[in-house]
T-cell receptor, first 113, second 113 residues
Framework: DAKTTQPNSMESNEEEPVHLPCNHS???????IHWYRQLPSQGPEYVIH???SNVNNRMASLAIAEDRKSSTLILHRATLRDAAVYYC??????????????FGQGTELSVKP | EAQVTQNPRYLITVTGKKLTVTCSQN?????MSWYRQDPGLGLRQIYY???????DKGDVPEGYKVSRKEKRNFPLILESPSPNQTSLYFC????????????FGDGTRLSIL
């Protein structure tokens, strides 16, 4: 099964950009890369996803390596509300049309004022 | 409002007493899933369902049962709960397909004494 590897924790200063890395060296050609975050005492929240090209939305950007073996979630200006655990997840068509999810361990992001 | 609703939010019970955690979504999603979250282990998938009457095991299905008789509901059943099932549980739903973001409920905290 394809797995992801993320750093356990990262620190950032408020209003600075944050780059959260994820390695997924065994990714298959049909796996989408999803990012979710979990704030304290809440359920996970969708952030962004992509397949091959870089993606932007109102929350973040996703940069995907050309060989797709790694990706980076970019928060352009971290705020205190961005302090959360960020999960990098592969969701693959080969796993019964996206049924089985492979979670990384997550990166706990702390943001300093 | 689009949402995934879990009940109960908190439950303390004793070993062996059957319990059911309900999950309901109002977005007409085909796909639903249950996860458990334990300290240091992140989120692990218990069961998932691609559609009505279609369910499959995730990574940690032992001790759990599910059913999907209606599209909107996906209850998690613990026939004979044990203390090692004390955990935080999340239900999620999405449209079918690897590119679809998942919507998570607020969680159910179970304590089995």
């Amino acid at each position: 099964d394809a797995k992801t590897t993320q750093p356990n924790s990262m620190e950032s200063n408020e209003e600075e950009p944050v780059h959260l890395p994820c390695n997924h060296s065994t990714i298959s050609g049909t796996d989408y890369i999803h990012w979710y975050r979990q704030l304290p005492s809440q359920g996970p929240e969708y952030v962004i996803h992509g397949l091959t090209s870089n993606v932007n939305n109102r929350m973040a950007s996703l940069a995907i390596a050309e060989d797709r073996k790694s990706s980076t979630l970019i928060l352009h200006r971290a705020t205190l509300r961005d302090a959360a655990v960020y999960y990098c997840i592969l969701r693959g068509m080969i796993y019964n049309q996206g049924g089985k999810l492979i979670f990384g361990q997550g990166t706990e992001l702390s943001v300093k004022p | 409002e689009a949402q995934v609703t879990q009940n109960p939010r908190y439950l303390i019970t004793v070993t062996g007493k059957k319990l059911t955690v309900t999950c309901s979504q109002n977005m007409n999603h085909e796909y639903m899933s249950w996860y458990r979250q334990d300290p240091g282990l992140g989120l692990r998938q218990i069961y998932y369902s691609m559609n009505v009457e279609v369910t499959d095991k995730g990574d940690v299905p032992e001790g759990y049962k599910v059913s999907r008789k209606e599209k909107r509901n996906f209850p998690l059943i613990l026939e004979s709960p044990s203390p090692n099932q004390t955990s935080l549980y999340f239900c999620a739903s999405s449209f079918k397909g690897a590119s679809q973001p998942q919507h998570f409920g607020d969680g159910t905290r179970l304590s089995i004494l």
